[in-house]
């Protein structure tokens, strides 16, 4: 089982990047809008894409230097605005969400309909 680390908002995100950076994790991130009381995203493209991201990583063997962080990236506004750190941080460059990539390669990357049950498990491989 993969570690799985869930933050909220971009400075909980950057902190926690820097804790695991300095442990040497490799950190895969996942992207997605915030949940509302009863565990359900705003962004209807992370409710269906999450599950897949999820199946993915249980089918993955136990891997120690791996870690899941799930960042939910704030409400809808927050979003939507195209001035968020979330899209402006060199590293990241978020343009949707959901968005699925490893810390560290900005270029490489899944978005919204690119996360796919084949595409996941081929990105996890690398």
């Known amino acids: 089982m993969v570690k799985e680390v869930n933050v909220k908002g971009f400075s909980d995100f950057i902190s926690q990047v820097d804790t695991l950076s300095q442990q040497d994790k490799k950190i895969l991130c996942l992207f997605c809008g915030d949940k509302d009381a009863s565990g359900k995203s705003w962004c209807p493209d992370c409710v269906t894409k999450e599950p897949i991201v999820r199946e993915a990583l249980n089918s993955l063997s136990s891997r120690d230097n791996l870690v899941f962080l799930y960042c939910m990236v704030g409400d809808r506004d927050y979003w939507k605005d195209r001035s968020n750190d979330f ?8 343009t949707g969400v959901p968005t ?3 810390w560290g390669r900005p270029n490489e990357k899944l978005v919204e309909d690119q996360i796919t049950a084949d595409s996941v498990s081929m990105f996890l491989d690398d």
């Open 87 to 94: 899209r402006l941080h060199k590293d990241l460059k978020l």
């Open 100 to 102: 699925l990539m490893i």
